[in-house]
T-cell receptor, first 115, second 112 residues
Framework: DVKVTQSSRYLVKRTGEKVFLECVQDMDHENMFWYRQDPGLGLRLIYFSYDVKMKEKGDIPEGYSVSREKKERFSLILESASTNQTSMYLC??????????????FGPGTRLTVL | AQSVTQLGSHVSVSEGALVLLRCNYSSSVPPYLFWYVQYPNQGLQLLLKYTSAATLVKGINGFEAEFKKSETSFHLTKPSAHMSDAAEYFCAVSDRLNDMRFGAGTRLTVKP
């Protein structure tokens, strides 16, 4: 079974803090993704990566950055957290590099609250 | 740009009744279409996907969906709802690069 793990299920941070969300997959997948999920908006893509040290912006990259130093790990960074970044963050991975038919496998999510 | 629209943010059915969750897509290229389910406090898991083979796709837990190009639809159905089907369901469209776009989701409630 594919396993995608996220470092925290719940996180509370203060405005202006630097926040790191970590994601690890154990199936040697090429692609990794970060989404945020908000009620009524579904999932929106923040960033994705199809190779180590490669990254591409999704639909809502503002206020976020990412890092992929190793194939199995993809980190999402909030440089200076703001209250409008309070959300559920979901990490996903898929097997082949940029293959449209591949299933994305999701982690359990991190619910981030910024006070 | 590709997108999906899920009609109805909430659907309520009785146990044993037909489940119908609607999804319409917009894509400039032949799409790949997915349905995912999210149970409370969990990530998303795949129910089924259409990848240009058979237009009627069967998935897990008795769900199926039919790709209708003329209607740009990919509606999800299940003949008989179970209490355990209560969850949020997401339709998604992917292009050939696995750039996936999700709908806003439909929350399914199953009444006893």
């Amino acid at each position: 079974d594919v396993k995608v793990t996220q470092s925290s299920r719940y996180l509370v941070k203060r405005t202006g803090e630097k926040v790191f969300l970590e994601c690890v997959q154990d199936m040697d997948h090429e692609n990794m993704f970060w989404y945020r999920q908000d009620p009524g908006l579904g999932l929106r893509l923040i960033y994705f990566s199809y190779d180590v040290k490669m990254k591409e912006k999704g639909d809502i990259p503002e206020g976020y950055s990412v890092s992929r130093e190793k194939k199995e790990r993809f980190s999402l960074i909030l440089e200076s957290a703001s209250t409008n970044q309070t959300s559920m963050y979901l990490c996903a991975s898929s097997f082949r590099r940029r293959a449209g038919t591949d299933t994305q496998y999701f982690g359990p999510g991190t619910r981030l609250t910024v006070l | 740009a590709q997108s999906v629209t899920q009609l109805g943010s909430h659907v309520s059915v009785s146990e044993g009744a037909l489940v119908l969750l609607r999804c319409n897509y917009s894509s400039s290229v032949p799409p790949y279409l997915f349905w995912y389910v999210q149970y409370p406090n969990q990530g998303l898991q795949l129910l089924l996907k259409y990848t240009s083979a058979a237009t009627l796709v069967k998935g897990i837990n008795g769900f199926e969906a039919e790709f209708k190009k003329s209607e740009t639809s990919f509606h999800l159905t299940k003949p008989s709802a179970h209490m355990s089907d209560a969850a949020e369901y997401f339709c998604a469209v992917s292009d050939r690069l696995n750039d996936m776009r999700f709908g806003a989701g439909t929350r399914l409630t199953v009444k006893p």
